[in-house]
């Protein structure tokens, strides 16, 4: 909410080949009949133009109609709709029908982008809320409708002088409701990333940036930084977590050295109202994933982090030391080869699957959190290499697996 898209710019330049290719806007044409036409012509021509009863304001409606090429004379918006909220979500498309909650209408032209995606067949569910509701979360359509959206909004068209051109209408005249997935939900979600970036002057900053593009790079490349949370602040607004770990539900608070007891009371109000307002299939948790690390600052100075309490990740700066002289050493592995060597484990040597996973994970809770997070099908994507290597068929590893999720969860839940 994966078309194979993959980045904005890709998007963007189909669309813009798109739109060259096919319909475009018939300003030209507009423009020099109407330098000809008598009043009464221009007034008649007026009276003729079709009502909008669609509840898209007008500027929306022909944006959409005349980059798109299909007609939104179907499509009804539900303003101060309370159905957003109970798929946590500021507005969503459903086939041709548009929820709005109250505030939200800058969602408008997003949504109303969601509906030409599924005029066009594009769009399949992703995954299924509790209540059966399927949802498409696709990060391929998204950003398509934000660029696209975005285009409504700047265009001609914002002025009310654009049309659709003649061989558009035709061609889109009997489409209106092909493809259309109207069990399907296109949504706005509360919760998200935004990746904000504060005052640089401002002290501490850089090195939230720093410890938040560590995590990115070296923990988890999916991850989200600075994630709004509704009424997770301090006095009751929108609050911003740190870092939100999606793969495991793990939520991360930085702060500086002396002040990171402050931070466990945040920490327990995102957690808390992830719960309330964010996705409802996942398990939020303060984080345990963050392994202690030193990192290159400014001048003569590093930055030196750590997890002081589940969720906090603390921080303070000191001189750079001289490295020491390297002694051989066996580095701890990484959860995924943990993860890796427990199901090779299983396969290959045929030893008690759940025994093992009991007397594995009960000292390390945060690989439990891990494989909670990943589930069956995160696990056998991340251990497929290793499988296809031995000659083990996905269906064979499926046991030790769901076995191993199981554990997990009866030691930590």
């Known amino acids: 909410m994966k078309d194979n898209l993959t980045s904005k710019d890709t998007i963007s330049n189909r669309l813009n080949a798109q739109d060259k290719m096919g319909c475009r806007l018939s300003m030209k044409s507009s423009l020099q009949s109407e330098s000809v036409a008598s009043p009464a012509q221009l007034a008649a021509k007026s ?26 004379d179907d499509v009804k918006v539900h303003y101060n709709s309370s159905k957003p909220a109970q798929l946590n979500a500021h507005a969503y498309a459903q086939g041709t029908d548009i929820h709005v909650a109250s505030g939200q209408e800058q969602y408008l032209a997003h949504e109303a982008w969601h509906v030409v995606q599924q005029k066009q067949g594009r769009v399949q569910p992703t995954r299924q809320m509790k209540g059966k509701v399927s949802v498409n979360e696709d990060e391929g359509l998204e950003s398509e409708a934000d660029i696209m959206g975005d285009k409504v909004v700047q265009s001609k068209c914002a002025n009310g002088d654009c049309e659709v051109c003649d061989d558009c209408k035709r061609k889109k005249k009997n489409q209106n409701h092909q493809g259309v997935g109207t069990n399907v939900v296109q949504k706005v979600s509360l919760c998200r990333g935004t990746n904000r970036i504060g005052n640089l002057a401002y002290p501490g900053t850089s090195e939230h940036i720093l410890i938040q593009q560590h995590y990115l790079i070296n923990i988890n490349p999916m991850a989200e930084v600075e994630y709004l949370i509704p009424e997770s602040g301090r006095n009751g607004g929108t609050g911003y977590a740190d870092i939100v770990d999606p793969v495991t539900g793990g939520i991360y ?42 990192l290159p600052y400014m001048g003569d100075q590093e930055l030196v982090t750590y997890l002081h309490a589940p969720g906090v990740i603390g921080y303070y700066l000191r001189r750079r030391q001289r490295e020491p002289e390297r002694q051989p050493v066996t580095e ?31 000292g390390n809770p945060e690989v439990a959190w891990a494989i909670i997070g990943l589930g069956i099908a995160g696990i056998i994507a991340l251990i ?30």
């Not at 079709?50 to 500027?59: E, H, Y």
């Not at 890796?340 to 994970?361: H, M, P, S, T, Y």
């Open 47 to 72: 009276s003729n133009k079709a009502v909008n009863n669609t509840g898209l304001p007008d500027n929306i409606k022909s944006g959409v109609e005349a980059l798109s090429g299909y007609s939104m």
């Open 253 to 294: 608070e930085i702060k500086f050295h002396p002040f990171v007891a402050s931070a466990i009371p945040e920490v327990t109000r995102y957690v808390a109202m992830a719960y309330a307002h964010c996705d409802e299939d996942t398990i939020w948790h303060a984080g345990l994933i963050y392994p202690n690390a030193v």
């Open 332 to 362: 701890p592995l990484s959860v995924t080869e943990q993860i890796k060597n427990f199901v090779r484990q299983v396969l290959e040597q045929g030893i008690d699957a759940e025994q093992a996973a009991e007397e594995w994970l009960r």
């Open 384 to 413: 497929a290499d290793d499988l296809s290597g031995v000659g083990v068929a996905d269906d064979v590893a499926i046991p030790p697996i769901v076995t191993l999720i199981r554990v997990a969860a009866s030691v930590v839940l």
